[in-house]
């Protein structure tokens, strides 16, 4: 397996910060903030210098019950094109659910769900993740996620999971030893069973972060430090492998540089206690995605469609419990989904107010209070800057806030990004023009 060495999650916030940091092998830059004509920079004097730079996606949905969208997979080839990446990430997960499957408007989650370790939920993927490979320039690696929650009536473990998923695709593996942490805390799992059942030669790198606990819950926040535990694991794992690479996350409440550095440096003395040795990087050799793939034509032909369907349906009914306040699915428990249900609006309120920063100005205390009481009965469809939108315009409809001054500034924002009225004799354009009427009238 080709080496990378020590890497950090590169970040706006810190980026001339990483680029000072000595030892720094190689980054890793979220692609859906990615602009190939456009890089950043930071990454194109990284780039310069000899560090690689690995774009990790987010929004692919491998773990859905649909196929993977075209344009984000052209996106995310893109992205490791303009880059020169040797391989590119995603996650195990489903992010979307509802659509035609289902007969049901699509929802979005905002954030990475686990997928239930079932054998329809895994032919599903093994296909989904076959058609991401072929549509990619580079292999593909896949990260285990952290929860909050399981699925009832699962018919494997993770490690179990992984290695059919390996066995069958020949997908390289990201191992995040926060997520087994997370999982250890709030499902149960213990990771040393995981990295027992794991294909630990598959790994193409590993991720370490910091997360809390709260109320029993581990939260893997990627905003604190890295905990004693996380380091036990990324221990266990190191004395089975030499981990081709290893990668610090970081994503909120940045320390000052210094901090990060000591953090670097405490992984690198794990892994040095452990006996394993983490290179500088170089550039690997391509190599081909299916490597390890014993049955590819096999299940080349098996018919997915039955499995999507059932796995559509189980995805949307949990889904639409978290984001829209439908019953419960069975078997799942009811106190660990309010967890993760009010994690998901808190992380989409977060999000809002990033892409959308000048609410939580125009709002200010308001901004957060409002947007978790809109969140509940909202569930988001069309991405954060369409939820900012339709935010803004639920707040002025229901003639708020109360303040006049404070509304006025609201109404202005909306009315500034909403775009001219549409033209088309569509019903939501014809509805987009009443709400702009409704709106200049006030």
């Not at 320390?255 to 290179?279: F, K, M, S």
Request: charged share 25%; net charge negative.
């Amino acid at each position: 397996m080709e080496r990378l060495g020590t890497g950090i999650g590169w970040r706006p916030e810190i980026a001339d910060a990483v680029e000072r940091m000595p030892g720094i092998d190689w980054v890793e830059a979220v692609a859906e903030n990615l602009c190939p004509g456009h890089l950043p920079e930071s990454l194109l004097r990284l780039r310069e210098r000899g560090v690689t730079v690995i774009p990790h996606g987010v929004s692919l949905g491998l773990g859905g019950a649909d196929r993977p969208d075209e344009a984000r997979l052209t996106a995310l080839a893109e992205r490791a094109e303009a880059l020169g990446s040797p391989l590119v990430t995603e996650h195990i997960a489903f992010v979307r659910a509802g659509g035609p499957l289902t007969a049901s408007p699509l929802l979005d989650a905002g954030h990475l769900l686990p997928v239930p370790r079932t054998r329809d939920a895994l032919d599903v993927l093994c296909e989904n993740i076959r058609i991401a490979q072929d549509a990619l320039p580079v292999p593909l690696a896949v990260e285990n996620i952290a929860a909050l929650i399981s699925w009832p009536g699962e018919e494997m473990s993770e490690g179990q999971f992984l290695y059919d998923l390996v066995d069958r695709t020949g997908v390289r593996l990201l191992i995040d030893v926060a997520n087994l942490h997370t999982n250890h805390v709030n499902r149960g799992e213990d990771p040393a069973k995981a990295l027992d059942e794991l294909p630990v030669e598959a790994i193409a790198y590993v991720h370490v972060a910091g997360g809390f606990e709260r109320d029993g819950v581990w939260h893997d926040s990627h905003a604190h430090p890295v905990p004693r535990p996380v380091l036990d694991i990324l221990s266990d794992l190191a004395s089975r492998v030499t981990p081709p690479g290893v990668l610090l996350e970081r994503d909120e409440n940045f320390p000052e540089p210094g901090e990060l550095e000591r953090e670097l440096g405490a992984i690198r003395g794990t892994l040095e206690r452990a006996g394993a040795q983490v290179p500088k990087s170089s550039l690997p050799e391509p190599v081909t995605p299916r490597e390890t793939d014993t049955d590819t034509d096999a299940d080349a032909d098996m018919d997915t469609d039955p499995a999507r369907q059932r796995l559509a349906l189980a995805q949307t009914a949990l889904l639409s419990a978290l984001v829209g306040g439908t019953p419960v699915p069975e078997g799942f428990d009811r106190v660990r989904l309010g967890v993760q249900a009010r994690a998901l609006a808190a992380k989409r309120a977060d999000v809002v107010a990033k892409v959308a920063e000048e609410l939580p100005q125009i709002l200010a205390e308001g901004y957060r209070p409002a947007f978790l009481a809109y969140a509940q009965g909202h569930p988001m469809t069309g991405g954060y800057r369409r939820d900012a939108l339709d935010f803004a315009e639920h707040l002025l409809l229901a003639g708020r806030p109360e303040d006049a001054e404070t509304r006025r500034r609201l109404r202005h924002w909306w009315l500034e990004r909403s775009g001219p009225a549409p033209l088309s004799g569509h019903p939501a354009a014809r509805l987009a023009r009443a709400t702009r009427r409704v709106l200049l009238r006030r």
